[in-house]
Structures are given as structure tokens and as C-alpha cells.
């Protein structure tokens, strides 16, 4: 298929660009608050993936559409499109990439480079729009990104009541983006660590009430 400046063919775009107020709190308090606040804070590095691998449910929780693992030094332009962290990265291969989550979540934050202007679109369990977020450039890739871009660009779109899909739009028939180090942020429930800090809040409540009436 020849090479067109607005939608190159997948297999031609990535063989030239992708590829190749209270008193202070008693510290185990505060480990205990912190502790839970970090348990979903590991990003998805994708790094348990092979080049080339279409991912689908290999990520406990979610699933992916029209996305592959590319890795450094093998399939993916490392120079002019950088993984974040570590030696691999998500494409969208064949469409914009979708991801469905098990359970919904509060949140959702990835670092791209692209070759197109991107959109980032979350969606509640009816299927309605509930967030939006847009690349701040028309490309960031290393060699041919715009004035004042740079890879590895974040992307984060956020709703409480629940996301249960996000879909990650560049070229419609893919091979525009790569995105790395994922962030999924759950619905906050009440953890161990809110319930103490509520039981500690109510206790120096109490005690200031105490010294008032004294």
C-alpha cells in the first residue's frame, strides 16, 4: 500500500519510525496511611512481555485490544521513541488501543510518544464519556517531534465514580503511538490506615474537647 502523509500503512510507519490541621500522627499511624495509599502505586512496565507479543490478558485485571510489546534493540526504534522505563513498550497495532478493567478504577495515567496527535477517553460501565485528555503536540517523537516536545509525554484522565474502559486514539489503523509505565488507581475503599487515622482524629477530638471544659 503506498505511503500517504496522513495514514501510512502500519507495516510502513513502523518499519520507519516505531520500530528499529490535627497534632502530628504517631509514625506506624503514618506508615500504616502511606502504606495503603502505595499499594496500587506500581506502574504495568510491560516488561514481562516478549517483542512482538499481542497483549491481551496478560495483565492480571486487564484487557487489551489492538495492542503489541515492542522491546529495545529489537523491534522498537529505542532512539526516537524511548521506553520510560526499562526496555519495552505497548503500539497500538491495527486500531487505537482499548483496555478493559475488571474492576473499575478512579484512574488512569500512561507516558506516550507519538507520531500523530493522541486522545485519551475514558468511559463508565454505561459506555458514557466521562473524561478526556489530548496530547499536547502534534508528535514527540526524538527526531521529528514539534518546537518544545519531548518523548515520553503523561497522559492521566480521572473520574470517581468509575472508569471501565479506556481507549487510547492516534492513527485509526494504528502504528502511531507507543505508551509505557501504565498507572490504574482504584476506587479508594475504606483501608485500615483511613479507619485509624478517623480513630485517631476522633480521640484528639475528644481530648481537646476534654481541656475546653477543664
Request: aromatic residues 8%; proline residues 8%.
Amino acid at each position: 500500500m503506498p505511503l500517504t502523509p496522513k495514514a501510512p500503512t502500519i507495516t510502513v510507519l513502523r518499519a520507519r519510525s516505531i520500530r528499529k490541621t490535627l497534632s502530628p500522627l504517631p509514625p506506624l499511624l503514618l506508615l500504616l496511611i502511606f502504606g495503603q495509599v502505595q499499594a496500587h502505586a506500581n506502574p504495568i512496565t510491560f516488561e514481562s512481555l516478549s517483542d512482538g507479543d499481542l497483549v491481551t490478558t496478560q495483565v492480571p485485571g486487564l484487557t487489551f485490544s489492538n495492542t503489541i510489546a515492542l522491546t529495545a534493540g529489537i523491534s522498537l526504534n529505542e532512539f526516537d521513541f524511548p521506553p520510560h522505563s526499562g526496555k519495552n513498550v505497548v503500539s497500538d497495532e491495527g486500531g487505537p488501543i482499548s483496555i478493559l478493567f475488571d474492576t473499575p478504577v478512579s484512574s488512569f495515567s500512561a507516558y506516550f510518544t507519538y507520531l500523530v496527535p493522541l486522545s485519551l477517553e475514558a468511559f463508565d460501565l454505561t459506555g458514557s464519556s466521562v473524561d478526556l485528555a489530548t496530547s499536547l503536540f502534534s508528535q514527540n517523537d526524538r527526531s521529528t517531534g514539534d518546537p518544545g516536545s519531548s518523548p515520553n509525554e503523561l497522559l492521566r484522565v480521572v473520574f470517581a465514580g468509575g472508569i471501565s474502559r479506556v481507549v487510547i486514539t492516534g492513527f485509526s489503523d494504528g502504528g502511531s503511538f507507543v505508551m509505557d509505565d501504565v498507572n490504574a488507581g482504584e476506587i479508594p475503599e475504606p483501608s485500615t490506615g483511613l479507619l485509624l487515622l478517623t480513630g485517631a482524629a476522633g480521640i484528639l477530638l475528644r481530648r481537646s474537647n476534654k481541656k475546653r471544659n477543664t
